[in-house]
C-alpha cells in the first residue's frame, strides 16, 4: 500500500556549519514546527535565528522558541480546542501522535496546572525528544519505521494527522479524539482522489464534561453525555462550540 505520510529525513546542525547549511536547518524547523504554515519574512524570528548562528543556543532551544512564539500560539492554540493543540504538539515537538487518551490527559493536566510554557517544555525537555533529535537535530515526521516505546497502533494515528508534504495544520479540529477516547484503531482517509475506505463500531460512550459556570461565584459545573460512536464527532464539537472541556471519554456497556 502507498502510504501519503512518510518520514523526513533528519536534519542535523553539525559544527562546520557554513550559511547555507544554517538556513536549511531554520527552514526546517519552522516547516516542522508551524506545520507546513507559509511564514512571510516579517514573521521570521530573527533574535532567535542570530543566536543560532553564534552558538548561543542549540536546535532544540530554537524549536523550543518557536514553540513558545506567538505566532506558534496564534496559529494552534488560540483558534484551536485543548485537543486539537495537544494532538499537534505531538506531532511538531516529537514526530508521532499521541498513543491514547492518557498522554493527552496527561497533557491537559500539564497545561491547566502549570500554563502554556510548561505544556511546549514538556515535550522539548522529555526523554524521548532527547533520545530521538538531541541538542542538534530537528524534529521529523517518525511514522514509517518502529520506535522504541512507540505502539504500532501509533502509526495510523500519525498518518490521520500528516496528510502529505504540501499538507497544512491550519484545520482547527481535532483529528484523533474519538478514537483515542474509545481506545479504537484510528481511521485513515485517503486524501482526496484516493481509494480507502474505513469503518468503526457502533460502541456507546460516556463522555464527561466540566464548564465554568457564569455567576457571582466562578465554579466548574460538570456534565456527562452517554452517545453512540456515530455521534462522537458532532458531539465533541458542540461541547467544543459551548465552551466545555473534556475531561474523560470511556466505553459502556
Keep these: ?19 547555507d ?5 531554520i527552514r526546517t524547523v519552522y516547516k516542522q514546527v508551524l506545520g507546513n504554515q507559509h ?3 516579517g514573521q521570521r ?11 548561543s543556543i542549540s536546535v532544540r532551544d530554537f524549536v523550543r522558541i518557536v514553540g513558545k ?6 496559529l494552534f492554540f488560540n483558534s484551536s480546542s485543548q485537543y486539537r493543540f495537544i ?18 490527559s496527561e497533557h491537559v493536566c500539564i497545561y491547566n496546572e502549570h500554563g502554556y510554557d510548561a505544556e511546549i517544555n514538556s515535550y522539548i525537555d522529555s526523554d524521548e525528544y532527547q533520545l ?3 541538542e542538534n537535530v530537528v524534529p521529523y515526521l517518525r511514522s514509517t519505521s518502529t520506535q522504541t516505546g512507540v505502539k504500532n497502533i501509533a502509526f ?24 483515542l477516547g474509545s481506545n479504537l484503531s484510528t481511521a485513515i482517509k485517503a486524501p482526496s482522489g484516493a481509494s480507502g475506505a474505513v469503518s468503526n463500531t457502533g460502541k456507546r460512550f460516556l463522555i464527561k464534561v466540566s464548564k465554568s459556570a457564569v455567576g457571582p461565584r466562578p465554579r466548574l459545573s460538570k456534565m456527562e453525555y452517554v452517545v453512540d460512536y456515530t455521534r462522537m464527532s458532532e458531539k465533541i464539537q458542540n461541547i467544543h462550540k459551548m465552551g466545555g472541556k473534556i475531561v474523560s471519554i470511556a466505553e459502556v456497556a
Design 1 to 19: 500500500m502507498s502510504l501519503w505520510a512518510t518520514a523526513s529525513t533528519a536534519a542535523e546542525l553539525r559544527q562546520d556549519a557554513n550559511e
Design 45 to 55: 524570528l530573527s533574535s532567535a535565528e542570530s543566536l543560532l548562528r553564534d552558538g
Design 156 to 179: 495510523n494515528r500519525t498518518f490521520a494527522l500528516a496528510r502529505g508534504m504540501a499538507s497544512s495544520d491550519r484545520d482547527t479540529k481535532a483529528k484523533l479524539i474519538t478514537s
Design 21 to 25: 547549511d544554517l538556513q536549511i536547518i
Design 69 to 74: 512564539s506567538e505566532l506558534y500560539r496564534a
Design 87 to 104: 494532538e499537534l504538539n505531538f506531532k511538531h515537538f516529537l514526530g508521532r501522535a499521541p498513543q491514547d487518551q492518557s498522554e493527552i
Design 39 to 41: 511564514l512571510m519574512e
Design 132 to 134: 530521538n533529535f538531541g
